[in-house]
């Protein structure tokens, strides 16, 4: 059976302005599938937007909020019960030692990484199970279980949690036809290592078997497989160069 996504596919990315959502996104805008893009930035949004190809007959849309929102979500499952397939893609980074980190930089951090795909698919994940079909995509990180460095216990906290999260709604969505998968993604060049300093950059690449970063175009690729395979449900595809087996 053909692993190629369905090109009728109304599919809603989270963090798709920039980086891995928005390779997700021109990955399934180039296969034919009408896409809706969310992120905060309304000016970002619409540069991401340019970058899609025309669908020929569901033009692509923008919601601007945050993935926090509880109020957000609910305005979505509302106004949107045509989404076959959800991608939590965004995120954000928290590099420091917990004893130095903030209350506010926790929040922030668990409240985009973790809470944002739990509102998420509890909103959409409502519409599929009424259509009985769908499939939701989270995007966990290496960091969060296969491997630990100083500084990221937050941030690993928030995306073991999106792991869990996954394998767990996994089971209680897919007998209802609900699929739920999760990517691991390693090191991949985005905005996120951009801002890596020197010495991190290098311990992060000799860490690698694969002796460089992915690229965003690379974890597209394996969220395409996981939502063309109608058989894959609680899977982790980890795409780390090898980072995990370090």
């Given at each position: ?10 599919i ?23 896409i ?7 000016s ?14 569901q ?25 076959d397939v ?9 590099n420091?030692?917990?004893?130095r980190?903030s ?6 951090t ?8 739990i ?11 009424v ?7 989270n ?103 090898g980072?995990g087996?370090?």
């Amino acid at each position: 059976m053909s692993t190629t996504p369905h090109l009728t596919k109304r599919i809603l990315i989270t963090g798709a302005s920039r980086g891995i959502g928005l390779s997700i996104a021109q990955r399934f805008a180039s296969l034919g599938a009408s896409i809706i893009l969310l992120s905060r930035t309304t000016s970002q949004l619409t540069a991401a937007l340019a970058t899609l190809p025309a669908h020929p007959t569901q033009p692509h849309t923008t919601i601007t909020g945050s993935v926090s929102s509880v109020e957000l979500w609910e305005t979505i499952r509302r106004s949107h019960k045509d989404i076959d397939v959800l991608i939590n893609a965004a995120g954000v980074s928290c590099n420091a030692l917990l004893v130095r980190t903030s209350q506010s930089a926790i929040a922030a951090t668990l409240e985009t990484n973790l809470l944002g795909s739990i509102y998420a698919s509890r909103a959409i994940g409502r519409n599929m199970l009424v259509r009985k079909a769908g499939c939701i995509v989270n995007i966990g990180s290496v960091l969060g279980l296969h491997r630990h460095i100083a500084g990221s216990s937050v941030y690993a906290a928030s995306k073991a949690g999106v792991v869990g999260f996954s394998r767990a709604l996994a089971v209680e969505m897919g007998p209802g036809g609900v699929r739920v998968n999760v990517i691991t993604p390693g090191y991949v060049e985005t905005d996120m290592t951009t801002g890596m300093t020197g010495a991190a950059r290098e311990a992060a690449l000799g860490a690698t078997p694969a002796g460089r970063f992915g690229v965003p175009e690379e974890v597209a690729d394996a969220v395409v497989f996981l939502v063309g395979n109608g058989y894959m449900n609680g899977a982790e595809i980890v795409v780390d160069g090898g980072l995990g087996c370090t």
